[in-house]
């Protein structure tokens, strides 16, 4: 166990020790910077040292769930990768169990791959159907029934980055509708959750799928006496659009609050306390007894018309020199700027069609949020896998490279060590060669060419989403395109093909500097890319054109634009609203300063802006500039 294991208890961590003891279910509910990750550490140190030795006897294991690959490598390193834990993400963790089950998943695929037919079929039917998306949903279904007629000679599925049902392969989407489906209707499966995992944690709760919470609490539901269901988490800081947030506490389970605040020193933790309690009753304290210093928070509110960029700087230059705590700032170092997406970024770090791809003429909530955080299918295959295999190939990872080259090169599929893999990649040696110049200055290498380039060299296999875009598997790539008042219009499909068709027109090199903004390699970072991250001085950027994303907007999070009738219904039928998510973001955006903050709002109306602000108390008066005159 790591040092974290042994920091000193808080009242959360001894309030959730006896829940341990007594198997109760709980839901921790811990604010920013309260060491959410210390006290599920220290609760996994407690349970190996009070319960590890029956749990490895009966070949029992803690499970703890985590939301990313990151979380997931930092708590397997904080065990001591002891395989009396079995950290993983939420969709390795419901392949594990599943996995075994191969009649029970290929008849559910079967299902799937029929109602996909059955939707198809369903479009095609329909009177006010576009011809040319008859003719696309009809190629879909022959599509499909090519896939079920394959499945008679899958031997075994497999789970993968991207679905190819005709190979065994299940993507990310299938497994986690796939596993709480057959979970809820097999009782059997549920009771073997129950004894192989008599303990599992639920991390980063609040971006949990709701699917996913109800089966595991049915599992609890029915084996209480030997299964304890955990959930850390914080409802304030879920931003993105599919968790469930707050996670209802059932009778019989103890919610454990954790308001300590080890992170944002007192100025800074005056603000967040601003923030959070116009919407949520938690409030923080610190965790400190002493801090070197209160820290700074500042607040500029600056027209939006103009040059922001030259305004923005005139911020930095003047924190640098008025702010004693901001000098030695100005060149940018120990300075993170939080940004939605922002256009200003896109431009500095050279990635500005691929912004406007994913952004401009009123793209598909869900491509548009993939862009932003990283998570979109149509990214999936660079980020996670062909520009990792460049950057190995250039700094000589020979063993790195290899290894992304087994688990995503349709070639190595299947392949066992002993079968010569030196051989294959011999035979791939061209296909990875051609990578480097594709992004080198100057290269006019699309991303559409890029991808027809490494499916030609057998490098990737690309998941069914891809057929509506690029020839996979020999069939061509439909050129036909819906008419206004097509039915494909009103779903969102033909602005999917849109979206993506001017994607694969960006040259590929601008994924380089789209790569270091979403992993967080640049001054700039998404405002929804760095939840659990932390920066001495952050400088966070409020600005709805320039983002313009529907799901957020600082003005009417100020009140200086109106709400829309949507809005006032979600607010009315209690669902989640523009205001509430923008809160969220706010509130998860000024969280991450560990010595100073200052936030930057850019406003149509900057003295009716300054008087909301001066009411809101987030700052003294005298903290609040506006560089007007």
């Known amino acids: 166990m790591t040092s974290r294991a042994s920091k000193p208890d808080t009242a959360a961590d001894l309030k959730l020790r006896e829940c341990l003891d007594t198997a109760s279910s709980f839901v921790i509910v811990a604010g920013a910077g309260s060491g ?122 497999i789970y993968g980055t991207g679905s190819n049902y005709k190979k065994g392969i299940l993507g990310h989407d299938d497994v986690i ?20 995992f008599p303990f599992v944690f639920v991390d980063e709760s609040q971006d949990t799928l709701q699917e996913v919470v109800e089966v595991l609490k049915l599992v609890r539901e029915e084996h209480r006496t030997r299964f304890c269901l955990g959930f850390f988490g914080d409802p304030m800081q879920k931003i993105y659009t599919t968790g469930l947030g707050a996670i209802p506490v059932d009778e019989g389970w103890v919610q454990i609050d954790k308001p300590e605040n080890f992170r944002c020193p007192p100025n800074v933790l005056n603000v967040i306390n601003k923030i959070r309690l116009e919407g949520d009753p938690l409030e923080q304290i610190t965790g400190r007894e002493h801090w070197e210093s209160d820290g700074s928070a500042q607040f500029f509110i600056l027209s939006n018309q103009g040059d922001r960029s030259a305004r923005l700087e005139r911020v930095v230059g003047w924190l640098a ?39 401009d003429n009123s793209p598909p909530s869900g491509l548009k949020q993939g ?23 250039e700094i000589g990872e020979g063993f790195e490279a290899m ?16 079968e010569r893999p030196s051989d294959l990649l011999g035979a791939l040696k061209g296909s990875v060669a051609k990578l480097a110049p594709a992004f080198a200055d100057g290269s006019a290498v699309t991303v559409g060419e890029l991808l027809e380039q490494v499916l030609a060299g057998g490098l ?26 097509d039915e494909d219009t009103e779903d969102g499909a033909e602005k999917e093909r849109q979206v993506i068709s001017a994607f ?63 809005d006032l219904e979600n607010i009315n039928q209690g669902k989640d609203s523009v205001i509430e998510r923008t809160r969220r973001l706010f509130y998860v955006s000024c969280s991450r300063a560990t010595k100073n903050l200052a936030v930057v709002y850019f406003t149509s109306d900057v003295e009716a802006a300054k008087k909301v602000v001066e009411k809101r108390k987030y700052v003294p008066s005298n903290c609040i500039k506006t560089f007007e005159g």
């Open 36 to 157: 959410k990750t210390t006290s599920l550490v220290k609760a996994l140190a407690h349970l190996a040292k009070k319960h590890g030795a029956g749990l490895r006897k009966r070949r029992q294991q803690v499970a703890c769930i985590t939301y990313t690959e990151v979380a997931r490598d930092e708590i397997w390193h904080d065990v001591g990768e002891d395989p009396l834990f079995h950290v993983s993400t939420i969709h390795s963790f419901l392949w594990v169990l599943i996995r075994s089950f191969q009649k029970d998943i290929k008849l559910w695929v079967a299902d799937r791959i029929a109602a996909k037919i059955a939707e198809s079929q369903e479009k095609i039917d329909k009177p006010r159907t576009h011809a040319a998306t008859k003719i696309k949903e009809q190629r879909n279904i022959v599509r499909y029934q090519r896939h079920l007629e394959a499945l008679d000679s899958v031997a075994q599925f």
């Open 177 to 196: 509708k796939m596993v709480p489906e057959l979970l809820r209707a097999k009782p059997l499966l549920r009771a073997l959750v129950a004894q192989g």
């Open 321 to 359: 020199e008025h702010d004693p705590q901001w000098r030695g700032t100005a060149a940018g170092d120990g300075v993170k700027l939080l940004v939605i997406a922002h256009r200003m970024a896109a431009n500095r770090l050279g990635f500005p069609d691929l912004y406007a791809a994913f952004n």
């Open 371 to 393: 862009f932003t955080d990283g998570t979109s299918w149509a990214l999936t295959p660079f980020l996670s896998y062909l520009l990792p295999l460049l950057k190995a190939i």
């Open 403 to 418: 290894a992304l080259l087994r688990r995503n090169s349709p070639a190595f599929i299947g392949v066992n060590a002993v």
């Open 460 to 485: 990737i296999s690309l998941d069914g989403r891809w057929t509506e875009h690029l020839p996979v598997e020999g069939e061509a790539a439909p050129t036909e395109q819906a008419e206004e008042g």
């Open 504 to 566: 694969l027109g960006c040259p590929a090199r601008q994924l380089l500097g789209y790569e270091r903004y979403v992993n967080d390699q640049s001054v700039f970072a998404t405002q929804h890319g760095i939840k659990g991250a932390e920066f001495d001085h952050v400088l966070t950027i409020l600005d709805d054109e320039e983002g313009s994303h529907n799901q957020y907007s600082y003005d009417k999070f100020f009140g200086l634009v109106p709400l829309s009738n949507k």
